[in-house]
């Protein structure tokens, strides 16, 4: 059993696991390994050979983006964790705060030690008061041991780390915004370039990595880039993933689970199967912002590559499924709803976009719809795809493509029938 599998079965338990238990599963002994025997280099290529990739969503390798990072650049430099969750069906990172908020801190510190970064920040969803509560808590248990603060572990390496709410909205979730929202800036999306590699935040060199990314740290640096790759199942893959279930599903749990594991073997062994009996009809395999896999992709692997392949997207691995009855059309419309509210309004191809996607679902939906609206709907997907100034449009289209790629009947249903075939 991993130190997550442990660490999850003690949250079922209702438990969270602070300093004393996390020390009794190895807890800070990758930090001592690293601040002891390890140069900041040799930790960012070990990084970069264990394959990790961003858990975030996007999937940059996350050694790659790490190179890009002026380490031995002088004056001021940050490391920023986003922990700004806000997707539907994607909990993950909650979950393994509300856990083991120590993982986060002691990757941390190894990371902002591999960047030589002197200060950190864990910018933090609104909604997750209890799980900041015990990040604050973990910080200060690590100052007490003399994890943070002046001089760790006697390698002259200074660091401070800072837990920050966020005030709320998806957009916050992009890398740029967040650092807009972090600085008490309006949270739109930043030009880029500059990156924030060079210009982050207060102007400043910065790295912003997701929360379960920044997790796998210390397990990289104590058990070593083969022992992690190794622990995936397909080819190119490496290490586990959180896989947060939701939806239809007999069990709607947060599971660590190989990278690459098959989608049948959620559905059938993690998700107990659909509830009531029913079918497997479809699921978003990453969260609200991928597209749909069918019940012909049961034996698709879930990594990054693999997804790809068959035109979806690994993302978060937070997979929702639906069950026969569902209407693909309403599931649709309703991540669109989210979408269209969350634009922060900055380009067109999203504030004005989303709201004719909408608008277009909506009509479809009622029973309105004409096949010149179907033929508008693929018009607006192509518009808006590629050229939003962030990722939010893009990845809004991500279920609008699966559905007309592989639903598309029930669009044409609806237009002819003048009703939703599935409600009665």
Same mark, same amino acid.
């Given at each position: 059993?991993?130190?997550?599998?442990?660490?999850?079965?003690?949250? @079922?338990?209702?438990?969270?696991?602070?300093?004393?238990?996390?020390? /009794?599963?190895?807890?800070?002994?990758?930090?001592?390994?690293?601040?002891?025997?390890?140069?900041?280099?040799?930790?960012?290529?070990?990084?970069?050979?264990?394959?990790? @990739?961003?858990? %975030? %969503?996007?999937?940059?390798?996350?050694?790659?983006?790490?190179?890009?990072?002026?380490?031995?650049? #002088?004056?001021?430099?940050?490391?920023?964790?986003?922990?700004?969750?806000?997707? #539907?069906?994607?909990?993950?990172?909650?979950?393994?705060?509300?856990?083991?908020?120590?993982?986060?801190?002691?990757?941390?510190?190894?990371?902002?030690?591999?960047?030589?970064?002197?200060?950190?920040?864990?910018?933090?969803?609104?909604?997750?008061?209890?799980?900041?509560?015990?990040?604050?808590?973990?910080?200060?248990?690590?100052?007490?041991?003399?994890?943070?603060?002046?001089?760790?572990?006697?390698?002259?390496?200074?660091?401070?780390?800072?837990?920050?709410?966020? /005030?709320?909205? *998806?957009?916050?979730?992009?890398? =740029? /915004?967040?650092?807009?929202?972090?600085?008490? $800036?309006?949270?739109?999306?930043?030009?880029?370039? #500059?990156?924030?590699? =060079? @210009?982050?935040?207060?102007?400043?060199? =910065?790295?912003?990595?997701?929360?379960?990314?920044?997790?796998?740290?210390?397990?990289?640096?104590?058990?070593?880039?083969?022992?992690?790759?190794?622990?995936?199942?397909?080819?190119?893959? &490496?290490?586990?993933?959180? *896989?947060?279930?939701?939806?239809?599903?007999?069990?709607?749990?947060?599971?660590?689970? #190989?990278? %690459?594991?098959?989608?049948?073997?959620?559905?059938?062994?993690?998700?107990?199967?659909?509830?009531?009996?029913?079918?497997?009809?479809?699921?978003?395999?990453?969260?609200? &912002?991928?597209?749909?896999?069918?019940?012909?992709?049961?034996?698709?692997?879930?990594?990054?590559?693999?997804?790809?392949?068959?035109?979806?997207? *690994?993302?978060?691995? %937070?997979?929702?499924?639906?069950?026969?009855?569902?209407?693909?059309?309403?599931?649709?419309?309703?991540?669109?709803?989210?979408?269209?509210?969350?634009?922060?309004?900055?380009?067109?191809?999203?504030?004005?976009?989303?709201?004719?996607?909408?608008?277009?679902?909506?009509?479809?939906?009622?029973?309105?719809?004409?096949?010149?609206?179907?033929?508008?709907?693929?018009?607006?997907?192509?518009?808006?795809?590629?050229?939003?100034?962030?990722?939010?449009?893009?990845?809004?289209?991500?279920?609008?493509?699966?559905?007309?790629?592989?639903?598309?009947?029930?669009?044409?249903?609806?237009?002819?029938?003048?009703?939703?075939?599935?409600? $009665?």
């Amino acid at each position: 059993m991993s130190t997550l599998q442990l660490l999850f079965k003690n949250r @079922r338990a209702g438990e969270t696991v602070f300093m004393t238990g996390y020390k /009794a599963t190895g807890g800070y002994q990758a930090l001592e390994k690293a601040l002891t025997k390890m140069s900041p280099e040799e930790i960012r290529t070990l990084v970069k050979e264990s394959g990790l @990739r961003g858990r %975030g %969503g996007a999937g940059f390798p996350t050694g790659v983006k790490w190179g890009f990072f002026p380490a031995d650049a #002088p004056g001021p430099k940050y490391l920023v964790c986003n922990c700004d969750e806000m997707e #539907p069906g994607t909990y993950k990172d909650g979950e393994l705060l509300a856990a083991d908020p120590h993982q986060l801190v002691e990757g941390m510190i190894l990371s902002a030690f591999a960047l030589q970064t002197g200060v950190g920040y864990i910018f933090i969803r609104y909604a997750y008061e209890q799980q900041a509560g015990y990040l604050r808590k973990a910080i200060e248990e690590a100052k007490t041991a003399g994890y943070i603060g002046k001089n760790i572990f006697g390698s002259g390496f200074d660091f401070e780390l800072y837990v920050h709410g966020s /005030a709320g909205r *998806y957009i916050l979730g992009e890398e =740029t /915004a967040l650092l807009n929202g972090l600085e008490g $800036k309006r949270p739109n999306p930043r030009m880029k370039p #500059p990156f924030p590699a =060079t @210009r982050g935040l207060f102007g400043r060199p =910065t790295t912003v990595n997701n929360v379960e990314t920044i997790a796998n740290i210390p397990h990289i640096v104590s058990g070593g880039a083969l022992w992690f790759r190794d622990l995936a199942l397909t080819p190119g893959s &490496s290490g586990t993933k959180l *896989y947060g279930l939701s939806g239809h599903f007999n069990v709607n749990e947060c599971f660590e689970l #190989p990278v %690459g594991i098959p989608l049948r073997e959620i559905v059938e062994n993690y998700g107990g199967g659909i509830r009531g009996g029913r079918k497997f009809k479809a699921c978003l395999p990453g969260g609200a &912002s991928t597209p749909y896999l069918t019940a012909a992709h049961m034996d698709v692997a879930l990594d990054f590559d693999s997804l790809q392949k068959v035109d979806s997207r *690994y993302g978060t691995a %937070g997979v929702t499924a639906f069950d026969d009855r569902t209407c693909m059309v309403a599931a649709t419309l309703n991540l669109i709803q989210f979408f269209a509210r969350e634009s922060c309004g900055w380009c067109s191809p999203c504030r004005d976009g989303l709201t004719m996607m909408r608008w277009l679902l909506e009509t479809i939906d009622n029973g309105q719809g004409t096949v010149e609206h179907l033929a508008m709907l693929k018009d607006q997907l192509e518009n808006i795809s590629g050229n939003s100034f962030c990722a939010l449009a893009e990845g809004a289209m991500g279920p609008v493509a699966g559905l007309l790629n592989h639903f598309e009947q029930e669009i044409v249903d609806h237009i002819e029938k003048g009703h939703c075939p599935f409600r $009665k």
